[in-house]
Antibody, heavy 124, light 108 residues
Framework: EVQLVESGGGLVQPGGSLRLSCAAS????????MNWVRQAPGKGLEWVSY????????YYADSVKGRFTISRDNAKNSLYLQMNSLRAEDTAVYYC?????????????????WGQGTMVTVSS | SYVLTQPPSVSVAPGQTARITCGGN??????VHWYQQKPGQAPVLVVY???DRPSGIPERFSGSNSGNTATLTISRVEAGDEADYYC???????????FGTGTKVTVL
């Protein structure tokens, strides 16, 4: 079964740090581009960051650039998000999401598999 | 930055057709994807590349895209279709993924 499982969420004080992890299974992780998407309580979806299959290309939303770092370990089938200088507005459920890809090499630029999410609360 | 605008809510009776719009500047030139999210659950891709359906998604879900508006159409609406729906595109000018504001579909 294709699966993504996030972990590492919790309560952190403003200005603090947290590292999220996403464990992938059931597919060849190293072949897929990956993303983090978040959703603040009662709000809509917000894309956070993207990483290419090799890790050589990375993009960030303007709201987190300079504070968050995405990375991956293909040997461990894992995706990470290091979050520093956290703010109250970073409070959200964080999802890891797989970038869709087909065997012909076409990338539609959508998210076909999502994890269940991990909650991050930034509060004093 | 690129902005996608959706109506906050759409109400529809069972068996009728729901249409959810997604507005963006020249969105017809982009590929639009749609997600369904039920309370407490992760989003699920229901339409990609304007009008294609992933395996397992009912034919009742369809999409179109032209000009400044993309549309997700849900035919023969069922109670189980009650959810939030989001459109999404890839903005190549900024290398950003962009989500729409979201639409809550209520089945009367």
């Amino acid at each position: 079964e294709v699966q993504l499982v996030e972990s590492g969420g919790g309560l952190v004080q403003p200005g603090g740090s947290l590292r999220l992890s996403c464990a992938a299974s059931g597919f060849t992780f190293s072949s897929y581009e990956m993303n983090w998407v978040r959703q603040a309580p009662g709000k809509g979806l917000e894309w956070v960051s993207y990483i290419s299959s090799s890790g050589s290309t990375i993009y960030y939303a303007d709201s987190v650039k300079g504070r968050f770092t995405i990375s991956r370990d293909n040997a461990k089938n894992s995706l990470y998000l290091q979050m520093n200088s956290l703010r109250a507005e970073d409070t959200a459920v964080y999802y890891c999401a797989r970038d869709s890809y087909d065997s012909s090499g076409y990338y539609p630029r959508c998210f076909d598999i999502w994890g269940q999410g991990t909650m991050v609360t930034v509060s004093s | 930055s690129y902005v996608l605008t959706q109506p906050p809510s759409v109400s529809v009776a069972p068996g009728q057709t729901a249409r959810i719009t997604c507005g963006g500047n020249n969105i017809g030139s982009k590929s639009v994807h749609w997600y369904q999210q039920k309370p407490g659950q992760a989003p699920v891709l229901v339409v990609y590349d304007d009008s294609d359906r992933p395996s397992g998604i009912p034919e009742r879900f369809s999409g179109s895209n032209s000009g400044n508006t993309a549309t997700l159409t849900i035919s023969r609406v069922e109670a189980g279709d009650e959810a939030d729906y989001y459109c999404q595109v890839w903005d190549s000018s900024s290398d950003h993924y962009v989500f729409g504001t979201g639409t809550k579909v209520t089945v009367l």
